[in-house]
């Protein structure tokens, strides 16, 4: 820079800044309270639990690993169901031991579940699940909000991707003396 260059806007006040992982579960966790008081999505799950299942999921954690992140395995369900919920769907919500045509058919019919069920093979527990999963894909109801949570998801990518591609280009004693500098600074 030269002596008459003139710096307009301060560095902190530049968009774009590569977020840390609490970062991006609280702004997942802002997107999870509007929906809980809207009312659009019941659980015993609070917003910041399910930032964290769906932080956790997109990290690989299947329900059971999720439930434990949260502090209980036993939340195992109340996990699935919200998850199913949030529509972050796994090949195995789908692999169904019916014919989902027949399925619909029979409850078109005007029987009951638990002949469905029967008629189906399955127990009506069974039933009930994959129906959830049907349903929760095809209810555009939550749509918006899900757009919203996948973009930070995706800028949570592009983060760890521009991240290792820095760290791996011999920069990454360079941002740990920067990021040692700002910690002694605040």
């Known amino acids: 820079m030269s002596g008459k260059t003139k710096i307009i806007e301060p560095m902190k006040n530049i968009h774009g800044t590569l977020r840390d992982s609490d970062a991006i579960e609280r702004e997942v966790a802002l997107v999870m309270r509007e929906i809980t ?11 910041i639990q399910l930032a964290k299942l769906v932080t956790s999921f ?7 690993e999720i439930a434990r992140e949260l502090g209980d395995e036993k939340l195992s369900k109340t996990v699935a169901r919200a998850r199913v919920r949030l529509k972050l769907f796994r090949d195995l919500d789908f692999k169904m031991p019916f014919d989902k045509l027949a399925m619909e058919e029979l409850v ?16 009506p527990s069974t039933l009930r699940e994959y ?3 049907i349903e929760e894909q095809e209810d555009p109801t939550i749509d918006p909000y899900i757009n919203r949570i996948r973009d930070v998801m995706e800028d949570r990518d592009l983060t760890e991707q521009m991240t290792r591609s820095a760290t791996a280009d011999g920069l990454g004693d360079s941002i740990d003396i920067t990021e040692a500098e700002m910690i002694d600074v605040t």
């Open 58 to 64: 997109y990290a690989g954690k299947n329900d059971t």
């Open 108 to 123: 078109a019919s005007g029987k009951t579940m638990k002949e469905v069920a029967d008629e189906l093979g399955v127990s």
């Open 131 to 133: 129906r959830h999963v």
């Open 37 to 47: 008081e809207q009312g659009i999505f019941k659980t015993s799950l609070k917003p």
